[in-house]
């Protein structure tokens, strides 16, 4: 994998311990989260290799603060104005379902793709808040069944919206997850 990111050990955690920090193509330097650090994290190996295939694949295009961003083109019709990472992860997921809702995410008012385990419906009532964090992070029984802890989620989706390429975001999760 040809990705631009280095390995930079020079950041000290609580403890005084020097700690590894993922410098990305763009000069800047992202702290390694501790499950991803001490090997704690355990991704399915198959999704793992699904979900960095599809990361490098050129099929999604990127983007940033919500998993998938559409246009809306006719009533049944949409078109993908790009991915986050963890929507990538949600697209390729074996038991994942989608549904369109329109929010506004950081004041910006759009169409974004929710993610469900298959079977689920999105309540009507949610808030605001809530349907911006459902536009943020795949649902707890999606991401478990691959073993994505809440903590990578956001750690993978910072890197996102900082930037990092789906090339850097995939090297990140071969050399940690």
């Known amino acids: 994998m040809d990705a631009h990111i280095t390995i930079n050990p020079k950041y000290e955690d609580w ?28 991704l399915d190996e198959e999704f793992k290799l699904l979900w960095i295939m599809a990361l490098l694949s050129g099929v999604f295009p990127q983007a940033q603060n919500a998993l998938h961003v559409v246009r809306v083109l006719r009533r049944d ?32 008012h759009c169409r ?21 964090e459902l536009a943020g992070e795949l649902p707890p029984e999606l991401a478990g069944e691959v073993g994505l802890t809440r903590e990578v989620q956001y750690y993978l989706a910072w890197l996102n919206d900082a930037g990092a390429t789906f ?11």
């Not at 090339?167 to 997850?177: H, K, N, P, Q, S």
């Open 112 to 132: 974004v793709e929710l993610f469900f385990r298959t079977g689920a419906v999105v309540d009507p009532d949610l808030s605001q808040e809530d349907l911006e």
């Open 77 to 108: 019709k949409h078109q993908t104005v790009g991915y986050c990472c963890l929507g990538v992860a949600g697209a390729i997921h074996p038991n994942a379902q989608s549904q369109v809702i329109t929010t506004s995410i950081r004041n910006s």
């Open 167 to 177: 090339e850097e975001i995939a090297a990140v999760i071969d050399l940690y997850l």
């Open 15 to 42: 403890r005084g311990r020097l700690v590894p920090a993922v410098r990305l193509a763009n000069g800047t330097e992202h702290m390694v989260p501790e499950p991803m650090r001490t090997g704690k994290m355990y």
